[in-house]
């Protein structure tokens, strides 16, 4: 799997204008005009981890008293600032500051498309693999906890789950996935469903 995931990622690269590709494959039922100031550019890091039985995705859970994404189960990521040269780099500083994990820990495969959220931002997801039992240490202030997911679980059609979101007062049809006690949703869920769409390839 991790072969597969190299491959079909060789090609990928940061779009020049993350917002345009962004809101042209926004799903169905979401207008563009719900997103009528300019995208805020961030990244994320999406860490597969090279278990001997096969690969999990580490996930983090935002602390409550954030003021976007409070309490959700996200990607280690942020905005982009002025000195980042790269999505790239903002993946990187991100998951360094957040969860302790350097740089050189993280083998880079690819990117995978970026994706508009509702809270403003347009967020390239950078796909890496690090090594069993990273060494991390938690930013208290915006990480509660960290937590592994088998890759399998999201590969599995059955764990997609439908769900519904209420959006300036229109109801949009999406999906979720429910692992243990936690729910992951909204842009974590569609980068993860990319992902899977990836591994669901035959060319690659």
Known sequence: MRGQITRCLADSSIAEDPAAVALAALPEGIDQSLFPQPLILAAVL???????????????????????????????????????????????????????????KIEIAGYLAPHAVMTGF?????????????????DPFEVAEVFEVPLEFFLDPAN?????????????????????????????AFMLRDLCKILERTSC
Do not use: C, M, N
């Open 46 to 104: 999406i860490p597969l981890i090279l278990h001997q039985q096969g690969l999990s995705v580490l996930l983090t859970r935002r602390t409550g008293h954030l003021r976007d994404h409070p309490g959700q189960i996200s990607f280690p990521g942020g905005r982009v600032d002025p000195g980042d040269p790269s999505a790239l780099a903002t993946a990187l500083r991100e998951a360094e500051e957040e969860i302790g994990l350097s740089p050189q």
């Open 122 to 138: 347009v967020v390239t997801p950078v796909v890496g693999f690090i090594e069993p039992d990273p060494e991390l240490v938690l």
């Open 160 to 188: 997609k789950k439908p769900d519904h979101r209420q959006i300036q007062g229109v109801e949009i049809s999406t999906f979720q996935y429910r692992y243990q006690h936690y729910r992951i949703w909204g842009a974590t």
